[in-house]
C-alpha cells in the first residue's frame, strides 16, 4: 500500500519537473527578441546577439550595485543608469534593423514590456532575468 502511494508521489514529483523545464525552454525561446523579429539575416543574429550578450553584462553589474546600495539616492541613481541603458540597448538593435523589421521588434517591446522572468513578479531588468525592477524585452534586456 505504502509502496503504491510512494509510486504516486514520485510520479507526481517527476511530472512536475517535466513541466517546470519546459516551461523555461518554452520562455527562453519566446523571450528572445530575435526569435520575433522576421527576415533577420545572419549578420543581424550576430550583431544583434552580440549587443545583448554586452548589455546583460552591463545590467548584471549595474543589479550589483543597485543590491549594494546603502542610500534610497544611491538605489534611485543606479536605477536611471539602468532604464537609460535599457534604452540605449533598444536603440542600438532598432539601428540594425530594417523599417518593417522595427515594427516588428517595436510591437514585441510594447508586448513584453514587464514580462520578463525576473526574481520580483516577473518584472526583472537583465532580459527579464534580474532582480530589479526593469521593464526588459524577454531576451533582449541583459
Known amino acids: 500500500m505504502k509502496t503504491i502511494s510512494l509510486k504516486k508521489q514520485l510520479i507526481k514529483v517527476f511530472a512536475i519537473v517535466i513541466l517546470f523545464f519546459a ?9 528572445n527578441c530575435i526569435n520575433s523579429i522576421p527576415n533577420l ?4 543574429k550576430t550583431k544583434i546577439q552580440q549587443l545583448q ?15 549594494s546600495a546603502t542610500t534610497i539616492e544611491k538605489r534611485a541613481e543606479v536605477e536611471k543608469q539602468m532604464i537609460d541603458k535599457r534604452t540605449a540597448h533598444y536603440a542600438e538593435i532598432r539601428s540594425q534593423l530594417t523599417d518593417p523589421q522595427k515594427t516588428a521588434f517595436d510591437q514585441y517591446i510594447a508586448s513584453n514590456n514587464g514580462k520578463g522572468s525576473g526574481n520580483k513578479n516577473g518584472k526583472g531588468g537583465n532580459c527579464g532575468k534580474g532582480n530589479g525592477n526593469g521593464k526588459g524585452c524577454g531576451g533582449c534586456r541583459k
Open 23 to 31: 516551461f523555461h525552454t518554452v520562455n527562453a525561446q519566446n523571450g
Open 41 to 44: 539575416t545572419e549578420q543581424q
Open 53 to 67: 550578450t554586452s548589455h546583460k553584462n552591463e545590467m548584471a553589474t549595474l543589479r550589483q550595485q543597485k543590491q
